[in-house]
């Protein structure tokens, strides 16, 4: 069973800066990984996907300060966070769908101080 597990969530300060990492447990290259966030009482919202082929797709809220990329050799996907606002503190989830099945990471957290 793929496993999918993010690492590099913090405490940052506004205007700050993160680095979101997914590391999936099977290979990445043929299927399209995305990013997602949640805060309490909130439904996962869609932030950013990537296809196999390298197409990036983002949401509203975070184009031009957000950029997902893909490494194939790492089966990684990363999630580059500029100009962090308090708004973005949420818990991050990878999400990817194998053999007809989505999978989630356990998420991490970001924490935006104003």
């Known amino acids: 069973q793929v496993q999918l597990v993010e690492s590099g969530g913090g405490l940052v300060q506004a205007g700050g800066s993160l680095r979101l990492s997914c590391a999936a447990s099977?290979?990445?290259?043929?299927?399209?990984v995305s990013w997602y966030r949640q805060v309490p009482g909130k439904q996962r919202e869609l932030v950013a996907e990537i296809t196999r082929g390298g197409t990036t797709n983002y949401a509203g809220s975070v184009k031009g300060r957000f950029t997902i990329s893909r490494d194939n050799a790492k089966n990684t996907v990363y999630l580059e966070m500029n100009n962090l606002k308090p708004e973005d503190t949420a818990v991050y989830y990878c999400?990817?769908?194998?053999?007809?099945?989505?999978?989630w990471g356990q998420g991490t957290q970001v924490t935006v101080s104003s």
């Open positions: 999400h990817a769908v194998y053999q007809f099945v989505g999978r």
């Open positions: 099977g290979s990445i290259s043929s299927i399209n």
